[in-house]
């Protein structure tokens, strides 16, 4: 069974700080890691996408994928309050065409 | 643009009753899949697309069916409701298997 696991939280950060997110995967075969935000009550949107080893940044936020460890992490830097949502981890499960999902962390920015 | 499109938002089903979930795209994009989220958890995929005449079973099918005659539908048809239904409903679209998926606003369906 594949999965993707990621700590369910909430996790709080004050406005301002760094917020680091956690996601780890089963397969070994994933090709493909995205983050989405979701707002309560909202539809997932995608913040961002990473397909090779190391960083990548876009603004304040920068994904960090290490395959050898099987984990992805999302930074989010200069946290504001409108960064509180929820988090989804999602892996491309290798050779299918699914996209394996986590239940999310709760993230919360206090001001 | 409008996206992905999904209809109704809300829906209170009786036990046993069935009932189509309509979900239209117009970005032309090939993949569609249909996902449902239960409070706390993540997404499960019920079925997905890969193009017109072609669907697939997903993590969960069980109690769903799917069709997909044109590039920009892909209805989802509950059979027999049960209250394991009830759960937010989400459809959703990506021009490759690799990229961004966007979804529709969601279908908060409640099985009674």
């Known amino acids: 069974q594949k999965e993707v696991e990621q700590n369910s939280g909430p996790l709080s950060v004050p406005e301002g700080a760094i917020a680091s997110l956690n996601c780890t995967y089963s397969d070994r075969g994933s090709q493909s890691f995205f983050w989405y935000r979701q707002y309560s009550g909202k539809s997932p949107e995608l913040i961002m996408f990473?397909?090779s080893n190391g960083d990548k940044e876009d603004g304040r936020f920068t994904a960090q994928l290490n395959k050898a460890s099987q984990y992805v992490s999302l930074l989010i830097r200069d946290s504001q309050p409108s960064d509180s949502a929820t988090y989804l981890c999602?892996?491309?499960?290798?050779?299918?065409?699914?996209?394996?999902w986590g239940a999310g962390t709760k993230l919360i920015i206090k001001p | 643009n409008a996206g992905v499109t999904q209809t109704p938002k809300f829906r209170i089903l009786k036990i046993g009753q069935s009932m189509t979930l309509q979900c239209t795209q117009d970005?032309?994009?090939?993949?569609m899949y249909w996902y449902r989220q239960d409070p706390g958890m993540g997404l499960k995929l019920i079925y997905y697309s890969v193009g017109a005449g072609i669907t697939d079973k997903g993590e969960v099918p069980n109690g769903y069916n799917v069709s997909r005659s044109t590039t920009e539908d892909f209805p989802l048809r509950l059979e027999l409701a049960a209250p394991s239904q009830t759960s937010v409903y989400f459809c959703?679209?990506?021009?490759?298997?690799?990229?961004?998926?966007?979804f529709g606003q969601g279908t908060r369906l409640t099985v009674v």
């Open positions: 999602a892996v491309n499960g290798g050779s299918n065409y699914q996209l394996i």
């Open positions: 990473i397909y």
């Open positions: 970005m032309n994009h090939n993949y």
């Open positions: 959703a679209s990506s021009a490759d298997r690799d990229t961004e998926a966007f």
